[in-house]
C-alpha cells in the first residue's frame, strides 16, 4: 500500500496546471462566448466534435487490450463467466430501477399537462435525422448485430460490443497458449501503455473541447432555451441527483464506500463529461481510475466497455420522462398498462443506446414507434433542449458504470478495498504508472520481434 501514499514533501503543482480547473474554466469560457457571441460560439462545434473523435480512435484498441489481459492473465477462467453474468445481473436490476423512478417522478411531478400541443402544428424537420436511425430492432437482430462482419470493421466503426465480443474470444484462446506467458501477451501489455499514453496526451487538451462544446451548445441554443420547458428540465435533472445520492447512495454505503468521496475522486472525469456531454469521453481514463480504486483488471476491462450499452441509467431515467412528457403535453392519455408496455420495451431499447451524444434521442424515437399512441412528432417538443439533457444523462451513466465496477468486482472478490478506500480518500496514482509516450512507444518495439517471431508457423 506504500506505493498508494503520497511522497512526503512532494511539490504541489499549481492550481492553475490541474485539468479539474482547466475545464472548469474551459466552461465558463464557452458558456460567456457562446452568449455574448452565439455566432462566434457557433463556429466553436468543430473543437468539441475534434476532442470526441480524438477518444473514440483510441477507445476500440484500449479496450481490446484491457479485455485480453484481464482474461488471458487469469487463472481461473469460470471468473470470467461469473464476473460477466454477476455485471449483466446488476445491469438489469439497476437500470430497471432507474426506468421505474423516472416513470413515477413524471407521474407525480406531470411538467407536460396543461401545454395542450396539437402534434399536427409541430415542425417535424428536425427530428427525421433521429426517427430513421431509431427503427425498433427485435431481440434476435439486436444479439446479431453484436457479431461483427469482419474483425476489421468492428474496429473500424468502433462498435464496442463487437470488439468487446472479439476481444472476450481472444482473451480466452490466448490463455490457452500460455496466457501471461505468452510473448503475444507481453506485447499487448506494452501496447497498452502505448495507448495510454496517447490518452494522456490527447487529455491535455480537454479544456479546448470542453470550451468548443459549450460555447456551440450557449451559442445555438441559447440561455435562454433553458428556461422553455424548464419543468420538464428541473424534474429530469432532480430526478437524476435523487438516484445519484440515494439508490447509488445506498449500493456504494452497502458496499463500503461512499458516493460522495466517489464523486470526488473522478470529478475531473466528471467536468470533461459535462463539457462535452458524451460519458464515452472518459471511457480509456475511467478504466485507468478504477485500477487504481482497487478493481482488478479483469473486471474493469469487462463491466465497464459492457455498461455503456447495458447500464445507462441516466439515459433510462431520460427515456421514460421524456416518453409520458410528449403524451401529457400533447393530451394523450396513457393508461397504467400502456405505461408498463412502455417499460417493458424500454427495457430492450434502453439497452441498445450508446454513450454518445444523440444516442438517448434515437432510443426514444425507436420506442415511441414501437410502442405507439405517443406521437412520435412530439419529439420536436423536447428537441431543443434535449442537447442540455444530454449533461445529466452523460453524468449519471459515468457515475453509474463506476459504482458498477466496484459493486461486481467486490463481488467477484477481486476488489482490493484498502487500496479503494486508500484512492477515494485522495491517495494518488503511483509514481511512474503513467510512462511518457516515448517510453511506452520504445517498450513495445522491443516487444514487438518477440511477439511476431512467438505468433509465426512453427515457432514452437
Known amino acids: 500500500m506504500s506505493s498508494l501514499s503520497p511522497s512526503v514533501g512532494a511539490a504541489r503543482q499549481p492550481f492553475y496546471k490541474s485539468l479539474y480547473v482547466q475545464v472548469l474554466a474551459a466552461i465558463a469560457i464557452g458558456i460567456a462566448l457562446g452568449h455574448f457571441y452565439p455566432a462566434l460560439g457557433e463556429q466553436m462545434k468543430p473543437l468539441g466534435d475534434g476532442f470526441i473523435k480524438l477518444i473514440k480512435m483510441i477507445i476500440a484498441p484500449i479496450i481490446f487490450c484491457t479485455v485480453v489481459l484481464g482474461i488471458a492473465g487469469m487463472e481461473n477462467m469460470k471468473k470470467v463467466g461469473k464476473t460477466g453474468g454477476l455485471a449483466l445481473l446488476y445491469f438489469e436490476v439497476v437500470s430497471t430501477v432507474a426506468l421505474v423512478i423516472g416513470l413515477v417522478v413524471v407521474n407525480l411531478m406531470q411538467p407536460g399537462t396543461g401545454m395542450h400541443v ?55 484462446a490466448l490463455q490457452k497458449f500460455g496466457g501471461k506467458h505468452n510473448m503475444v501477451f507481453t506485447f499487448i501489455d506494452k501496447l497498452s501503455h502505448v495507448l495510454f499514453a496517447i490518452v494522456g496526451a490527447i487529455m491535455k487538451v480537454a479544456p479546448i473541447g470542453a470550451f468548443g462544446a459549450m ?13 422553455q420547458l424548464a419543468q420538464l428540465m428541473a424534474s429530469f435533472y432532480g430526478t437524476c441527483l435523487l438516484f445519484i445520492f440515494v439508490v447509488l447512495g445506498l449500493i456504494a454505503k452497502v458496499h463500503g464506500f461512499s458516493i460522495v468521496k466517489f464523486i470526488k475522486f473522478i470529478k475531473e472525469e ?34 465497464i466497455p459492457t455498461g455503456y450499452s447495458f447500464n445507462l441509467d441516466g439515459t433510462s431515467i431520460y427515456l421514460t420522462m421524456a416518453a409520458v412528457f410528449i403524451a401529457q403535453a400533447t393530451d394523450t392519455p396513457m393508461s397504467l398498462t400502456q405505461q408498463l408496455t412502455l417499460l417493458a420495451v424500454l427495457l430492450l431499447t434502453s439497452k441498445g443506446a450508446a454513450g454518445v451524444t444523440g444516442s438517448g434521442f434515437i432510443v426514444l424515437a425507436a420506442t415511441l414507434s414501437a410502442v405507439g399512441g405517443v406521437p412520435v ?57 503513467e510512462p511518457s509516450l516515448e517510453q511506452a512507444l520504445a517498450a513495445a518495439g522491443q516487444a514487438l520481434p518477440a511477439a511476431v517471431h512467438e505468433a509465426a508457423p512453427g515457432a514452437r
Open 118 to 172: 396539437d402534434p399536427a402544428n409541430l415542425d417535424t424537420k428536425g427530428i427525421a435525422a433521429y426517427v430513421e436511425p431509431g427503427k425498433m430492432k427485435g431481440t434476435v437482430d439486436f444479439l446479431l448485430a453484436i457479431i461483427p462482419s469482419s474483425v476489421v470493421d468492428a474496429f473500424a466503426k468502433g462498435d464496442i460490443l463487437q470488439v468487446l465480443l472479439f476481444s472476450v474470444m481472444f482473451g480466452f
Open 215 to 227: 460555447a456551440f451548445t450557449i451559442g445555438k441554443y441559447g440561455v435562454g432555451t433553458l428556461m
Open 270 to 303: 466528471l467536468l470533461i463529461v459535462l463539457g462535452t456531454s458524451s460519458s464515452e469521453s472518459v471511457l480509456p481514463r475511467m478504466m485507468r481510475k478504477l485500477e487504481h480504486a482497487g478493481a482488478e483488471k479483469s473486471v474493469v476491462g469487462l463491466v
Open 377 to 433: 412528432a412530439g419529439l420536436a417538443l423536447i428537441l431543443g433542449i434535449d442537447r442540455f439533457m444530454s449533461e445529466a444523462r452523460a453524468l449519471t451513466n459515468l457515475i453509474g458504470n463506476g459504482v458498477a465496477t466496484l459493486v461486481v468486482a467486490k463481488w467477484c472478490g477481486q476488489l482490493d478495498s484498502q487500496q479503494m478506500q486508500a484512492a477515494l480518500d485522495g491517495a494518488p496514482m503511483p509514481e511512474g504508472s
